[in-house]
């Protein structure tokens, strides 16, 4: 009998009652993470961490999808569309140098960059004596939505149960009788921690999003613990503070309690696998191969022939599309980083950057039976429709609806960053290309004659706002294009680029198809 087997009966003899416990980790390695990079990440598309486990410490780097930098804000100038003519005949002369420093003086968001997503807090759990020195796994299940850790004398489950949002659940079972210390710690200045390191809630600076967390352990022996960890913050909407943040946390935390850790477990692994067993790649990998550490198959990449290797890379991506995205509308749309980030000032502000990656983190969803996970995006097509109508009208001075480049909890469509990167007039209407697509797969007429106005709406906009080619009363081909607007990640202000184009013409066709569905 292995080392392994040995652990798997140990933890049913602990585990009475709990069923179908992991056989061993999907991806997996064999010592300490060097950096956050290295750690594994768990979620339920609320709450997410990444876990760092070893014999002398495991530690949760946690996040919540609403804890963001600023306030509910509009970021539109009011004279912005006064500027607008004159930023058009620039870019017609192929002035874009001018063009630029006029639309950064008069026409991009106020102010020019958009909210940060931010890290919530970290929990630490550390034996008061180390274990004896052995090897050690740590890495993630799959199909069981778990981080899992085994070094012969520690065992341990993390997971973001996916039917409670509000929670993540730690539970560690020794060999031999061991004490924990276990205590919460926040990044954010404005956090007040408890004496005994069980809770912290504050503000973020400038009257922002308020917010706390809390943990509570339970001891069903001398062996085992299990850690119930919530976090909240008082978002109510992209336009309204003022949750009961607190209530929501003891909720969580007195509903996982009453559960138990067996309840818990059991309908995670339910509602988890309901998604993630819909679909199965199989590809003959070489025998062998799976007992090598992800790290180690990795770095033989270049050289290996290891068709299993791919497998395990569709099973890590449908893994992160579940883990990160709740599977209805309650749910935030994926950052730039999806779920994870341990930064308060995170490359790119790691807000959702429209043009393409949001798109990325979403083309999974229909292909591989995820349409649930793709809501959340709906929630923020719908919501940027709002703010984007405005921006549509102070900006453009169009109907319908628009977003540019990035978006953040506040639902900013304006240019952010600068507008040499910012003034890209497609973005929304690249991302309302997904209700389309997603009706296709799933052909739910109530979803698209909700989604309806949305769709239609980015159509409009561009009725109003396309312009000759130009400025020419009319051309060879009678060209109507966008301007300004740019290439994305090119850069530089110039009419009619050819991405915009193509998404305005899918657009407009979209718009037809649905309304004979409809």
Not at 122 to 130: A, C, E, F, H, R
Not at 147 to 159: A, K, M, N, R
Not at 177 to 193: C, D, M, N, R, Y
Not at 361 to 374: D, R, T
């Amino acid at each position: 009998m292995n080392m392994c087997q040995k652990f798997i009966f140990l933890s049913l003899a602990l585990f009475a009652g709990v069923s179908v416990l992991w056989a061993g980790p999907d991806m997996w390695d064999d010592r300490k993470a060097k950096d956050w990079n290295e750690g594994y990440p768990i979620g339920n598309g609320q709450l997410g961490a990444m876990v760092f486990a070893s014999p002398d410490q495991v530690r949760l780097q946690f996040n919540h999808s609403r804890l963001w930098t600023g306030k509910p804000h509009a970021y539109e100038r009011p004279n912005a569309v006064k500027a607008l003519p004159r930023i058009r005949q620039l870019v017609r002369e192929r002035k874009s140098k001018e063009a630029i420093q006029l639309a950064n003086r008069e026409f991009v968001a106020n102010p020019v960059k958009e909210a940060k997503y931010q890290p919530f807090g970290d929990l630490v759990i550390k034996p008061q004596k180390l274990p004896p020195t052995a090897p050690f796994r740590r890495g993630l299940v799959f199909r069981d939505g778990m981080h899992v850790y085994d070094d012969g004398f520690l065992v341990c489950e993390t997971f973001a149960p996916y039917d409670r949002p509000g929670i993540i659940v730690h539970h560690l079972t020794t060999k031999e009788p061991l004490e924990f210390e276990v205590a919460l710690s926040s990044p954010h200045q404005t956090a007040k921690v408890a004496a005994d390191g069980r809770q912290f809630s504050g503000r973020l600076p400038g009257d922002g999003i308020s917010y706390a967390a809390e943990i509570r352990l339970v001891r069903e022996n001398d062996r085992t613990l299990t850690v119930y960890l919530a976090a909240a913050t008082d978002v109510v909407s992209p336009w309204k503070l003022g949750g009961d943040f607190r209530g929501e946390v003891a909720a969580s935390l007195a509903d996982a309690e009453r559960a138990g850790y067996a309840k818990v477990r059991s309908s995670h692994l339910a509602a988890w696998r309901k998604l993630y067993d819909r679909v199965e790649l199989q590809l003959e990998g070489k025998p062998g191969l799976a007992q090598l550490s992800t790290r180690v198959r990795l770095a033989r990449q270049p050289v290996e022939k290891d068709p299993a290797f791919v497998k395990l890379n569709f099973d890590y991506g449908r893994y992160l599309l579940i883990a990160a995205n709740r599977p209805d509308r309650s749910g935030e749309a994926t950052t730039l980083q999806g779920l994870w980030n341990d930064q308060l000032n995170p490359p790119w502000e790691c807000s959702m950057t429209i043009n393409i990656n949001t798109q990325m983190n979403y083309w999974p969803a229909e292909v591989c039976g995820l349409g649930e996970c793709h809501l959340p995006l709906m929630r923020l097509l719908d919501e940027i429709a709002v703010s984007g109508a405005k921006t549509a009208r102070t900006l453009y001075g169009a109907g319908g609806w628009m977003a540019h480049h990035n978006i953040d909890l506040w639902r900013g469509t304006c240019p952010f960053d600068d507008a040499y990167w910012g003034t890209w007039q497609a973005g929304g209407a690249w991302l309302a290309t997904h209700i389309w697509e997603h009706y296709r797969f799933g052909g739910d007429r109530e979803f698209l004659r909700q989604m309806w106005p949305t769709l239609r709406g980015s159509a409009e906009f561009f009725t109003d706002a396309l312009v000759e080619y130009g400025g020419r009363a009319s051309t060879a081909h009678g060209e109507l294009v966008t301007n300004p607007s740019m290439s994305p990640e090119h850069g530089g202000l110039r009419e009619g680029p050819a991405i915009d184009m193509q998404i305005v013409r899918y657009i407009y066709k979209a718009v037809l198809a649905a309304a004979k569905e409809l």
